[in-house]
């Protein structure tokens, strides 16, 4: 009996020294992606073009880390625009334009961030998902420079109508060089009269009143809300009702269904915060435009385990799934 458990162990050794041995490197499936057809994709089209509130968020993670040059090539899918929640509406790109053209002059003169991995990941969003992605751009400073129309301008010494306005073509151009679906401007600092006299240039442009209806034309804020002069040549207005700082509340100012509530997961990533809250949170009469969150990409390690679950589940409260 001795000899036959020793034959059978040596026999078992063996078996496993010549498995070791075997030299053909093998990949190893780590996260088998879900797919699905065209129906579900044409569904999810369909949804994001019906009326509805709105998921809306600030996202960074798809940029290369500020102060190094290159783009960024990820290896995570929490870094990727099609690791994003299917559902989600409107994508803000906060850090950057990316684009896959590796001109340096073209891309310094539109402002532009070289980055194909991310450009061909929103070219397939918009295409397949339906999502859309805006620019964020900056109405809280006067520090801009830019070249328009071969012409260039200082808006830091030159504050003038002609100058703003200049701003807001090229901020038009820079969304149309880029293929996204429309501009997002972070208002903190203008005064009342500059900020409107860039949105109602911008609104003949695109926007609800503008040549182009179908390029969105959003404001965001934090303390001062925009002029209510604005609202018609705006699709939304965020609001950026950080829980720790400030709380969400609708205001006579804007219509209901154009205000988004953001929460930030730059605190509470892991959590949600108040975001379901801001999900749930309606007006006494109609609707709200949408809720959403700043730093969305941080809340891909969700303390639930799954990815953007908190993000996930507001959508779900504002628009709950059929089956």
């Not at 162990?9 to 041995?21: D, M, P, R, S, T």
Request: charged fraction near 15%; charge should be negative.
């Amino acid at each position: 009996m001795k000899n036959k458990l020793i034959g059978l162990l040596i026999l078992a050794f063996a078996a496993v020294l010549v498995i070791g041995c075997d030299d053909d490197a093998k990949a190893l499936q780590i996260q088998k992606l879900t797919t699905y057809d065209d129906q579900y994709y044409a569904n999810l089209r369909d949804f994001k073009k019906s009326d509805h509130e709105v998921s809306y968020a600030y996202y960074e993670a798809w940029s290369p880390i500020q102060g190094v040059s290159g783009y960024k090539d990820p290896a995570s899918w929490g870094e990727r625009m099609i690791g994003l929640p299917d559902s989600i509406d409107i994508v803000n790109l906060w850090m950057g334009v990316p684009t896959s053209n590796n001109n340096d002059a073209n891309n310094k003169l539109f402002g532009l961030t070289y980055a194909p991995v991310a450009a061909a990941d929103i070219q397939y969003c918009q295409k397949v998902k339906g999502t859309r992605f805006v620019t964020h751009a900056d109405a809280s400073n006067m520090n801009h420079t830019f070249t328009v129309d071969g012409v260039y301008y200082d808006i830091s010494t030159l504050a003038t109508t002609v100058t703003i306005q200049a701003y807001g073509k090229w901020l038009v151009e820079q969304a149309q060089q880029a293929g996204l679906d429309g501009i997002d401007l972070d208002y903190e600092g203008w005064t009342s009269a500059n900020l409107t006299t860039l949105v109602t240039y911008m609104g003949s442009l695109i926007g609800p009143k503008g040549a182009d209806p179908s390029k969105l034309l959003i404001v965001d804020y934090f303390s001062s809300t925009p002029p209510s002069a604005i609202a018609p040549y705006c699709n939304y207005v965020v609001q950026q009702a950080y829980s720790n700082q400030t709380s969400a509340s609708f205001t006579s100012s804007w219509p209901t269904e154009k205000v988004i509530f953001c929460e930030t997961f730059g605190l509470y990533w892991s959590t949600g915060g108040q975001l379901y809250n801001y999900a749930r949170k309606e007006p006494t009469t109609g609707r709200k435009g949408g809720c959403g969150v700043f730093y969305l990409g941080r809340n891909y390690q969700s303390a639930s385990g799954i990815p953007y679950y908190e993000f996930r589940q507001a959508i779900q409260i504002m628009n709950p799934a059929i089956h």
